[in-house]
């Protein structure tokens, strides 16, 4: 079946520890976006990559980092420059459609706890 | 920048009842697409409804039916009949077609309750 899979789905890392969250697609889909969900925060768009080795900052960049070497995999690095980490992190993934409506499938997510 | 504003953090009805949950957003984009997300307790989260700008007639789907009110930039949702396994946060979200960036960001959220 196709879908998007997070992994790990609880992570536990100690301060000043750099952790990546997985994220593989097998939809063929050509978008691939980060989202941290906070309590009262909604999800909030970290990074989004539309295309193979390029990306895109949303708003809360700073602390991350993405790579998009393949069209299947964005993987997300939360580095220690993060200073609030502990989140649930939401991958998803669209086809990209010039005019169309982008419409997003979302892997499970992954729920990081810094100790 | 666009900007989804979600006015409700919490509701609460009863099974059977209609309610309606409120959307506003920002944007000086004319086409653009507008979506309501469920996420119930699993966490996942999956599309209810979407409705793209140019069209004026509302969207809906079974039970879920919007009320777009271009002008006003008001995008709200309407569940009939409501079930147990409406309980969920709903999000509203947004993406710009004039600029084609791709974009897409949401609202803060609402979280539903339906009362057996």
């Known amino acids: 079946d196709g879908g998007i899979t997070q992994s790990p789905k609880y992570l536990f890392r100690k301060e000043g520890q750099n952790v990546t969250l997985s994220c593989e697609q097998n939809?063929?889909?050509?978008?691939m976006y980060w989202y941290r969900q906070d309590p009262g925060q909604g999800l909030r768009l970290i990074y989004y990559s539309q295309i193979v080795n390029d990306f895109q900052k949303g708003d809360i960049a700073e602390g991350y980092s993405v790579s998009r070497e393949k069209k299947e995999s964005f993987p997300l690095t939360v580095t220690s420059a993060q200073k609030n980490p502990t989140a649930f992190y939401l991958c998803?993934?669209?086809?990209?459609?010039?005019?169309?409506?982008?419409?997003?499938?979302f892997g499970a997510g992954s729920r990081l706890t810094v100790l | 920048a666009q900007t989804v504003t979600q006015s409700q953090p919490e509701m609460s009805v009863q099974e059977a009842e209609t309610v309606t949950l409120s959307c506003t957003y920002d944007t000086s984009e004319n086409n653009y697409y507008l979506f309501w997300y469920k996420q119930p307790p699993s966490r996942q989260m999956i599309l209810v409804i979407r409705?793209?700008?140019?069209?004026?007639q509302n969207a809906t789907e079974n039970r879920f039916s919007v009320n777009f009110q271009k002008a006003a930039k008001s995008f709200s949702l309407k569940i009939s009949d409501s079930q147990l396994g409406d309980t969920a946060m709903y999000f509203c979200?947004?993406?710009?077609?004039?600029?084609?960036?791709?974009?897409?960001?949401f609202g803060k959220g609402t979280r539903l309750h339906i009362l057996p």
């Open positions: 998803a993934s669209s086809i990209l459609s010039a005019s169309g409506a982008n419409v997003l499938t």
């Open positions: 409705q793209e700008a140019y069209k004026q």
């Open positions: 979200a947004f993406i710009g077609r004039d600029k084609r960036d791709d974009k897409i960001i």
């Open positions: 939809l063929n889909h050509d978008a």
